[in-house]
Nanobody
Framework: QVQLVESGGGLVQAGGSLRLSCVASGVIFSSYAVGWFRQAPGKEREFQAAVTRRGGTASADSVKGRFTISRDNAKNTVYLQMSSLKPEDTGVYYC????????????????????WGQGTQVTVSS
């Protein structure tokens, strides 16, 4: 079974930083593309960043230059380093994974992923 567990969320002041982790079990994580999504109350789950099997990255315009996604396959972990946080970054952050044979695949849509974690809350105060 594939399990994804996010951690690292919390309450932080605007301008601060957080590092989220997504730890996978039951899989060889290097076979998966991984994305991070944010869902604010009453809003659609929104793409934040993704990392390919090869380590290539992509991010939403709203977080470009502030958020960095990376992976450590030896630890079966993907990270989302968030800096210069804004109140509008508040929401539940989910990691998602897609098994793929392509080393360069990623998706910016929720339908592009097979497996999802339980989410971790990030709250940014003004």
């Amino acid at each position: 079974q594939v399990q994804l567990v996010e951690s690292g969320g919390g309450l932080v002041q605007a301008g601060g930083s957080l590092r989220l982790s997504c730890v996978a079990s039951g899989v060889i994580f290097s076979s998966y593309a991984v994305g991070w999504f944010r869902q604010a109350p009453g809003k659609e789950r929104e793409f934040q960043a993704a990392v390919t099997r090869r380590g290539g990255t992509a991010s939403a315009d709203s977080v470009k230059g502030r958020f960095t996604i990376s992976r450590d396959n030896a630890k079966n972990t993907v990270y989302l380093q968030m800096s210069s946080l804004k109140p509008e970054d508040t929401g539940v952050y989910y990691c998602a994974a897609k098994f793929t044979s392509s080393p360069d695949f990623y998706s910016s849509t929720i339908s592009g992923y097979q497996y999802w974690g339980q989410g971790t809350q990030v709250t940014v105060s003004s």
